[in-house]
């Protein structure tokens, strides 16, 4: 089995799953639309959230963390490259929960976004709340 229809078949089970986009359209255009602060018209195709530091739910602790990234090409699609954490708060608890989280993105490769835009520097802020 190649490499793209491997990355095609992922894409398709990701984008198809309740477990992990929910049922709700609006909500999900949405997150998404709004997923990278900077930028207007780029936007991943596949966003995961962030696991919630077990230590810091039991403890109650709530905060966020801002990140920048650039995209690279990577195989059929783009990815986030060039990782660095901006700003966390309470710093030192949910920085590699983001980073996991941000690794798993998948935009359209940077060719097909059709746009001006530059895909360096985009900033990204996870949110970690309580219910």
Do not use: H
């Amino acid at each position: 089995m190649n490499k793209k229809f491997k990355w095609v078949s992922v894409l398709l089970f990701l984008l198809c799953s309740n477990k992990t986009f929910g049922t709700d359209t609006e909500v999900i255009s949405e997150a998404i639309l709004k997923a990278v602060e900077n930028r207007q018209t780029i936007a991943p195709i596949v966003k995961f959230d962030p696991k919630y530091p077990l230590k810091a739910s039991k403890q109650g602790i709530e905060g966020f963390c801002k990140l920048s990234f650039d995209l690279a090409n990577k195989e059929a699609f783009a990815k986030p490259m060039n990782i660095k954490v901006i700003e966390c708060t309470p710093s030192g608890v949910f920085e590699d929960a983001s980073i996991s989280a941000l690794r798993k993105w998948i935009f359209l490769k940077i060719e097909r976004l059709n746009t001006a835009e530059s895909t360096d520097g985009l900033v990204t802020t996870m949110s970690f709340e309580l219910d």
